[in-house]
């Protein structure tokens, strides 16, 4: 009875299974062994009529509770991720490095503010943000002169302070002034400026 894992409650006909067994009759052996079910680092719980399983600890992962989560148990993923199944972590928004220890730019709430991607640099503990089009700077605060959806008005490179670089035969704050001749402006006998602050137009000077 019980297969000399247990003792049998003869009122309820039911195994009270030894440590490191389960099962109607004591069949199933803990995942790590009798001598360490789920070595120590979880309980073993009944699965089905004759299986067993590990219910892990916080912290710990595997099939035997084995796997130790990066960061430690007390605090696995510096609690700011989830611990895989291999111990790994995924990070949650705003964070990144193995151990979800790097801050993204912008705050782990809205990393990057929303305008961009938080990638974390391998060689260092430092994450940088990719700024979407029509956005700068490091936590992608900066928006482009002409504005995100069209930046510099299409006719222009956008800097790190949100200035506009203009092409050729193009001016204004945001690139928005087509210039006399267009694409050999002022005949390539001038300067082509924008409306100045007495609110002239466009003009070759």
């Known amino acids: 009875i019980c297969?000399?894992?247990?003792?049998?409650?003869?009122?309820?006909?039911?195994?009270?299974?030894?440590?490191?067994?389960?099962?109607?009759?004591?069949?199933?052996?803990?995942?790590?062994g009798e001598a360490s079910p789920c070595s120590r680092q979880g309980d073993c719980m009944p699965s089905g009529v004759n299986g067993a399983v590990c219910a892990c600890y916080p912290g710990f992962r595997?099939?035997?509770c084995s796997i130790e989560c990066i960061g430690g148990s007390s605090s696995p993923c510096l609690n700011h991720g989830f611990c895989e199944a291999d111990g790994s972590c995924s990070c949650y928004g705003g964070w990144r490095g193995?151990?979800?220890?790097?801050?993204?730019?912008?705050?782990?709430?809205?990393?990057?503010?929303?305008?961009?991607?938080?990638?974390?640099?391998?060689?260092?503990?430092?994450?940088?943000?990719?700024?979407?089009?029509?956005?700068?700077?490091?936590?992608?605060?900066?928006?482009?002169?002409?504005g995100s959806s069209n930046p510099c008005s299409g006719h222009g490179t956008c800097g790190a302070d949100g200035s506009c670089t203009c092409t050729l035969g193009w001016?204004?704050?945001?690139?928005?002034?087509?210039?006399?001749?267009?694409?050999?402006?002022?005949?390539?006998?001038?300067?082509?400026?924008?409306?100045?602050?007495?609110?002239?137009?466009?003009?070759?000077?």
């Open 62 to 64: 595997g099939g035997d």
């Open 98 to 146: 193995a151990d979800c220890s790097i801050a993204c730019p912008g705050g782990s709430v809205t990393p990057c503010n929303g305008h961009g991607l938080c990638e974390a640099r391998l060689d260092s503990n430092i994450a940088k943000c990719i700024c979407n089009n029509g956005f700068r700077g490091d936590n992608c605060m900066i928006e482009c002169k002409g």
């Open 171 to 205: 001016t204004g704050s945001a690139c928005e002034n087509a210039c006399p001749g267009q694409d050999l402006p002022c005949s390539g006998h001038g300067t082509c400026v924008g409306i100045n602050v007495t609110g002239c137009s466009v003009g070759c000077y």
């Open 3 to 32: 297969n000399a894992r247990g003792e049998c409650n003869y009122q309820t006909a039911i195994c009270a299974c030894n440590n490191g067994w389960q099962g109607q009759n004591c069949t199933a052996e803990c995942p790590g």
